[in-house]
């Protein structure tokens, strides 16, 4: 099905390109990022993660409808771990490979990123090949944090798709309490000399 109207090409990072927190999503959604050309926006996983991104500070507004939208990020970036709108809407682990190039360039010129936010299993395993570190050292699990050796830190949350949030895996309060952790280690980074 062709979408004349649609981004249909890479998704570039969204947000603040000095930013100390960057979020790392999965993949395109084919009617969200596909679409708009910009991460988490029209789609349903965005409305989780914008109203959170609001709450704590890092955006000026709740929602995100359109890449031309008025939405600003404050010290958070948006990527994803495979820029291109999966086949099935799921990256194969082949596409997560091929992809990790682009998303190992960001996180090396990326050099004000202090936290990192993996969004569910596969954005977890794409940083830390992205990174160069051992997967087995570092199991996923949400609200997890792990100390990487660059020093910075990888959060870890379920991802904020229509299908966690609505069985219940991933509840506003679990994912807030994330973003709560997330908040206090760079107020506390921001406050050592």
């Known amino acids: 099905m062709r979408q ?9 990072p969204f947000g603040d390109p000095q930013a ?9 959604g084919m009617h ?12 349903h996983a965005g409305i989780l993660l914008y109203e959170t991104l ?20 404050r010290d958070c970036l948006i990527t994803n771990a495979v820029k291109c709108l999966p086949p099935e809407n799921k990256p194969e682990s082949g596409e997560v490979r091929t992809c990790n190039n682009f998303l190992a360039a960001e996180l090396k ?3 004000t990123v202090q936290i990192i936010l993996a969004l569910g299993t596969v954005a977890h395993r794409a940083v830390l090949m992205a990174l160069g570190e051992r997967q ?9 944090r792990h100390a990487l050796s660059a020093g910075r830190q990888l959060f870890d949350s379920y991802h904020c798709s229509r299908y966690n949030t609505q069985t219940k895996r991933l509840t506003a309060d679990g994912f ?14 921001t406050a050592k000399p």
Do not use: M, W
């Open 54 to 73: 609001h709450h704590f500070g890092f955006a000026s507004q709740p929602q995100s409808i359109a890449a031309d939208d008025p939405l600003k990020l």
């Open 20 to 28: 100390r927190l960057l979020i790392v999503g999965l993949a395109p």
């Open 176 to 189: 807030a309490a994330v973003f709560a952790a997330i908040r206090t280690e760079l107020e506390c980074l």
């Open 4 to 12: 004349p109207d649609y981004f249909a090409r890479p998704v570039p």
């Open 109 to 111: 010129r990326l050099t």
């Open 136 to 144: 087995s050292d570092f199991a996923f699990a949400h609200g997890a």
């Open 32 to 43: 969200g990022a596909n679409r708009t050309g910009r991460p988490f926006t029209g789609d």
